[in-house]
């Protein structure tokens, strides 16, 4: 029998799920980052092979990624996303079981895995519970423009791209709608962790 619980947090981009994620740290959680096992796999140089081959040599220079020239080409539609996902998932699933079983290891019992494409992964299979962050497609525009310095028409883009809000609501256990203030957003998660 499992000795931990793992909790899915998933999302829409620029819905706030780090500021999710913040709170269930302050209760103990363990994290496993998805956007991190990420950065780690790009310094393979299969996968930056891959990468070159499909997106563009120019896309590496002295064997580092221009991770803003992949978005730029990998989040403009359907299609390239999927691709990217088709060259790192099977480097970042391996990963991710293997700091999986370092915190179960090591007695950690709550551990959460923030995944934006959670579902994509296939790993939201093995989770005890899925918590999915949602919010107000303007507010979300106007926070991704702010945080990757992009324009409004690129963050539309972003969104268009993504699964919809009615499919993670569907399929989440717990939805939450981050519109709002940061204590409205504790307050909401702080009673989803009572529950878990």
């Known amino acids: 029998m499992r000795k931990y619980k793992l909790t899915g947090l998933t999302g829409t981009t620029g819905a706030g799920k780090g500021e999710v994620r913040k709170i269930f740290v302050r209760h103990g959680y363990n994290v496993i980052d998805a956007d ?22 120019d896309i590496v220079k002295n064997n580092v990624l221009d991770r803003r020239l992949l978005a730029e080409r990998a989040f403009c539609d359907r299609e390239h996303t999927a691709l990217l996902n088709r060259i790192t998932h099977p480097h970042i699933t391996p990963l991710f079981f293997n700091r999986l079983a370092e915190l179960a ?29 949602l919010a107000d497609e ?11 310095n992009i324009t409004q028409q690129q963050a539309r883009e972003r969104i268009s791209i993504q699964l919809s809000d009615s499919f993670f609501a569907e399929n989440s256990d717990y939805a939450v709608y981050n519109n709002s203030t940061i204590d409205a957003l504790t307050s909401e998660v702080e009673s989803i962790i009572k529950k878990l």
Do not use: H, W, Y
């Open 105 to 133: 290891n090591s007695g950690k019992d709550k551990i959460i895995f923030d995944a934006p494409q959670l579902f994509e992964s296939g790993i939201n299979i093995i989770c005890d519970n899925i918590i999915a962050v």
């Open 138 to 148: 303007t507010l979300r525009t106007e926070r991704i423009t702010k945080r990757d």
């Open 36 to 57: 991190e096992l990420a950065r780690e796999i790009m310094k393979s140089e299969i996968v930056l092979r891959n990468i070159k081959s499909f997106f563009g040599a």
